[in-house]
């Protein structure tokens, strides 16, 4: 194997060889589970159309209606069904994010200044950012995400929830003054973004109900934010229907202007690229290297996520060329006037989840497949068809669905936010609540000091990269800051822990900290949901308790003997007892409750 510091040329041409040989299997193994991933891409379907329309918001404003929520729908959708078609990471699924709208926003900004049309300069800026995400393919460079470690890649994980609950609040509060009557239409904007928050969440933890059946659970938890979503709609509608004379505008809407069936794109981009001026071509290569430069980050922390080791999939992964084929995207889109997208946090993960399988022994896996990502992507494609009706949602309940969205990662998965609960409440508590491994092997000191640091960085680029837009507050902050999102994780928290970490810390504390597998215990009960038809006993009403029986005596016989050894000086004893702890044997007793 060729030293990872250096160019490999064929790195691509191997991946495309790896991706045409499992490509067939891609289709036909998900065949037996259609219905779980239909509603695995439903599921995902109803956070990425919340989070496209709010971008499309921002397009409407920024560009004066040049871009809108058509724009961001259609760049998602297209963007996706090329990955699921043609990609190397189908699992990933795209969509627009913030960063991304910024810089088009700014983009269209600079050619209205210059007198150039806006929508053929895209398209010279979609066909620099193909040639760049290309290049970066063929050569081989995205091999180095491997500097990325779970410390960088949660810092980023944190940092997308921060932004979501940012703009959700901010835009809350903008709700008592945009429209006539802001200060009615800004509580009711509160009451129904509040109440949609609570019961999203609520029906997110229905899993656990126990005076229902296990499948309705199962809907209500996978669908929440959906379910909530409609149910709130026509709460919004209630006073327009039952009060004389109500206010058409209370609570304000978003204002699309479509008719049926018709997205109002302007697709014919192509052919007025000749009006833009020669030397604004090659201007464009610096809007495409912004691009390029926030996908490399974005897209390749987006497919880390989606395809995580805990996930266990079968297959392998081929990061440079998809990275290859997101350029295709790019250019695809620029010549349809249309933004460029990428991998979406924390869709990805939430994405993989929804995708779990359980086997004929309970062992849990994901199917690499391409069928719920197109399902995914075809979905927010229709959605183009039918423009008016997402006149009927409050803007209120976009901005809240961000504040539901970043709870995603204060979950039990995000290891990061175990360890900031570590510092303020007791480690029984934790144990009780979190079933890491590193509770039970690094010292509670090592643990703070790792936290603390890691803390430190995610404050630092937070400030840079979002607050900095609270304290100046002007339009042109708005490029630079949001490209400094995640260029501040390459230049400064990439380096932090790659230099500085390794001499703060043991290499074997780093190795349990900082590993790209989620390394957990068994010895708390953990929410597993196998399917149903794995479970053939399973009758009647009353959801099923999954109560994990461990052999635990094993594994605090490894921990004590690791405190006897003092192990957390011996890195080959702590790479072995890692292994011993992921590989030892679980049995699960079902009963019913």
């Given at each position: 194997?060729?030293?990872?510091?250096?160019?490999?040329?064929?790195?691509?041409?191997?991946?495309?060889?790896?991706?045409k040989r499992k490509y067939?299997?891609?289709?036909?193994?998900?065949?037996?589970?259609?219905?779980?991933?239909?509603?695995?891409?439903?599921?995902?379907?109803?956070?990425?159309?919340?989070?496209?329309?709010?971008?499309?918001?921002?397009?409407?404003?920024?560009?004066?209606?040049?871009?809108?929520?058509?724009?961001?729908?259609?760049?998602?959708?297209?963007?996706?069904?090329?990955?699921?078609?043609?990609?190397?990471?189908p699992?990933t699924v795209?969509?627009?994010?913030?960063p991304?709208s910024?810089?088009?926003?700014?983009?269209?900004?600079?050619?209205?200044?210059?007198?150039?049309?806006?929508?053929?300069?895209?398209?010279?800026?979609?066909?620099?950012?193909?040639?760049?995400?290309?290049?970066?393919?063929y050569?081989g460079?995205?091999?180095y995400?491997?500097?990325?470690?779970?410390?960088?890649?949660?810092?980023?994980?944190m940092?997308?929830?921060?932004?979501?609950?940012t703009?959700?609040?901010?835009?809350?509060?903008d709700?008592?003054?945009?429209t006539?009557?802001?200060?009615?239409?800004?509580?009711?904007?509160?009451?129904l973004?509040?109440?949609?928050v609570?019961?999203?969440?609520?029906?997110?933890?229905?899993?656990?109900?126990s005076?229902?059946?296990?499948?309705?659970?199962?809907v209500?938890?996978?669908?929440?934010?959906?379910?909530?979503?409609?149910?709130?709609?026509?709460?919004?509608?209630?006073?327009?229907?039952t009060?004389?004379?109500?206010?058409?505008?209370?609570?304000?809407r978003?204002?699309?202007?479509?008719?049926?069936?018709?997205?109002?794109l302007n697709?014919?981009?192509?052919?007025?690229?000749?009006?833009?001026?020669?030397?604004?071509?090659?201007?464009?290569?610096?809007?495409a290297?912004?691009?390029?430069?926030?996908?490399y980050?974005?897209?390749?922390?987006?497919?880390?996520?989606?395809?995580?080791?805990?996930?266990?999939?079968?297959k392998?992964?081929?990061?440079?060329?998809?990275f290859?084929?997101l350029?295709l995207?790019?250019?695809?889109?620029?010549?349809?006037g249309?933004?460029?997208?990428s991998?979406?946090i924390?869709?990805?993960?939430?994405?993989?989840r929804?995708?779990?399988?359980?086997?004929?022994?309970?062992?849990?896996r994901?199917?690499?497949?391409?069928i719920?990502p197109?399902?995914?992507s075809?979905?927010?494609?229709?959605?183009?068809?039918?423009?008016?009706?997402?006149e009927?949602?409050?803007?209120?309940?976009?901005?809240?669905?961000?504040?539901?969205?970043?709870?995603?990662?204060?979950?039990?998965?995000?290891e990061f936010?175990?360890?900031?609960?570590?510092l303020?409440?007791?480690?029984?508590?934790?144990?009780n609540?979190?079933?890491?491994?590193?509770?039970?092997?690094?010292?509670?000191?090592?643990?703070?000091?790792?936290?603390?640091?890691q803390?430190?960085?995610?404050?630092f680029?937070?400030?840079l990269?979002v607050?900095?837009?609270?304290?100046?507050g002007?339009e042109?902050?708005?490029?630079?800051?949001?490209?400094?999102?995640?260029?501040?994780?390459?230049l400064?928290?990439?380096?932090?822990?790659?230099k500085f970490?390794?001499?703060?810390?043991?290499?074997?504390?780093?190795?349990?900290?900082?590993?790209?597998?989620?390394?957990?215990?068994?010895?708390?009960?953990?929410e597993?949901?196998?399917?149903d038809?794995?479970?053939p006993?399973?009758?009647?009403?009353?959801?099923?308790?999954?109560?994990?029986?461990?052999?635990?005596?094993?594994?605090e016989?490894?921990?004590?003997?690791?405190?006897?050894?003092?192990?957390?000086?011996?890195?080959t004893?702590?790479?072995?007892?890692?292994?011993e702890?992921?590989?030892?044997?679980v049995?699960?007793?079902?009963?019913?409750?």
């Amino acid at each position: 194997m060729k030293d990872s510091k250096t160019i490999d040329t064929g790195i691509l041409f191997r991946e495309f060889s790896s991706v045409k040989r499992k490509y067939r299997s891609d289709w036909t193994e998900a065949q037996g589970h259609l219905v779980a991933l239909f509603g695995a891409a439903v599921s995902i379907f109803s956070t990425s159309l919340m989070t496209s329309i709010a971008f499309g918001l921002f397009y409407q404003v920024d560009t004066k209606g040049v871009m809108g929520i058509a724009a961001s729908l259609a760049s998602g959708g297209i963007t996706g069904v090329i990955q699921a078609l043609f990609g190397g990471n189908p699992m990933t699924v795209a969509g627009q994010t913030g960063p991304v709208s910024i810089v088009y926003s700014y983009c269209y900004r600079f050619a209205n200044g210059q007198n150039i049309p806006f929508l053929p300069w895209v398209g010279w800026i979609g066909v620099w950012t193909c040639i760049l995400h290309m290049l970066t393919g063929y050569l081989g460079l995205c091999r180095y995400r491997v500097i990325i470690t779970p410390f960088t890649g949660q810092i980023f994980e944190m940092l997308v929830a921060a932004d979501f609950i940012t703009t959700g609040i901010r835009n809350l509060v903008d709700e008592f003054r945009n429209t006539s009557d802001g200060r009615l239409n800004g509580v009711l904007g509160l009451l129904l973004g509040f109440g949609y928050v609570v019961l999203a969440l609520i029906l997110q933890r229905s899993r656990k109900w126990s005076f229902t059946s296990r499948g309705m659970t199962k809907v209500l938890a996978i669908f929440s934010a959906f379910i909530a979503l409609v149910v709130f709609v026509l709460f919004s509608w209630f006073p327009f229907w039952t009060v004389e004379g109500w206010p058409l505008d209370l609570p304000q809407r978003p204002g699309i202007g479509a008719e049926w069936g018709r997205p109002g794109l302007n697709m014919n981009i192509i052919v007025d690229m000749g009006e833009v001026p020669v030397g604004f071509v090659f201007a464009a290569i610096i809007p495409a290297i912004m691009l390029t430069v926030l996908f490399y980050v974005d897209h390749n922390i987006s497919s880390m996520a989606a395809y995580g080791e805990d996930y266990n999939f079968e297959k392998p992964t081929h990061y440079d060329f998809d990275f290859f084929i997101l350029g295709l995207s790019a250019l695809v889109c620029g010549l349809l006037g249309l933004p460029a997208s990428s991998g979406l946090i924390p869709q990805n993960p939430m994405h993989s989840r929804a995708c779990l399988h359980f086997d004929k022994d309970k062992n849990h896996r994901v199917i690499d497949q391409r069928i719920s990502p197109l399902i995914h992507s075809l979905l927010l494609l229709v959605m183009l068809l039918v423009l008016p009706a997402i006149e009927w949602i409050p803007t209120c309940l976009i901005w809240s669905f961000f504040l539901v969205l970043a709870t995603e990662a204060f979950s039990a998965h995000n290891e990061f936010f175990c360890r900031v609960m570590f510092l303020v409440t007791s480690k029984q508590l934790i144990r009780n609540n979190w079933n890491f491994v590193f509770l039970d092997v690094v010292p509670g000191d090592v643990i703070m000091r790792f936290t603390l640091l890691q803390l430190s960085c995610f404050i630092f680029v937070y400030m840079l990269a979002v607050g900095l837009v609270l304290v100046g507050g002007h339009e042109a902050m708005w490029p630079v800051i949001g490209v400094s999102f995640p260029v501040a994780i390459l230049l400064f928290a990439v380096p932090f822990r790659s230099k500085f970490m390794k001499k703060w810390f043991l290499e074997e504390h780093l190795l349990v900290l900082d590993s790209s597998e989620a390394l957990v215990r068994d010895d708390i009960e953990i929410e597993s949901y196998p399917e149903d038809e794995l479970e053939p006993e399973y009758e009647g009403r009353g959801a099923q308790l999954r109560q994990h029986v461990v052999e635990y005596n094993e594994v605090e016989a490894m921990v004590e003997k690791a405190e006897h050894e003092r192990i957390a000086s011996d890195s080959t004893s702590v790479a072995q007892s890692r292994n011993e702890i992921r590989a030892r044997h679980v049995s699960r007793e079902m009963t019913s409750m």
